[in-house]
Nanobody, 124 residues
Framework: QVQLVESGGGLVQAGGSLRLSCVSS????????MGWFRQAPGKEREFVSAINWNGVRTYYEDSVKGRFTISRDNAKNTVYLQMNSLKPEDTAVYYC?????????????????WGQGTQVTVSS
């Protein structure tokens, strides 16, 4: 069983930065891809970024390209999302998710395990 715990959310002014972390309890963390998703009030959960098993391949939703960076440390069973130049429209609950495959996907349905989420609020 894989359990994911996110941290690092908070309140930040527009233009600021936050770094989200997600720690996995799974023993085989290095064997599966990870993703970050977000859900704003009244909206559906959407893809933000994903990283393959060894960190070589990364993917981003268009609106966060150049501002967000996903990375992972397999020795620490942790995936990160560095968020820079934050905008009010980035306000959402951010979730990390594990896909039990080596390769990534942008589809929510491809991820089997989810964290509880961490709130990110960007003020204007």
């Amino acid at each position: 069983q894989v359990q994911l715990v996110e941290s690092g959310g908070g309140l930040v002014q527009a233009g600021g930065s936050l770094r989200l972390s997600c720690v996995s309890s799974g023993r085989t963390f290095s064997r599966y891809a990870m993703g970050w998703f977000r859900q704003a009030p009244g909206k559906e959960r959407e893809f933000v970024s994903a990283i393959n098993w060894n960190g070589v391949r990364t993917y981003y939703e268009d609106s966060v390209k150049g501002r967000f960076t996903i990375s992972r440390d397999n020795a620490k069973n942790t995936v990160y999302l560095q968020m820079n130049s934050l905008k009010p429209e980035d306000t959402a609950v951010y979730y990390c998710a594990a896909r039990m495959q080596l390769t990534t996907s942008t589809s929510l349905n491809e991820y089997a395990h989810w964290g509880q989420g961490t709130q990110v609020t960007v003020s204007s």
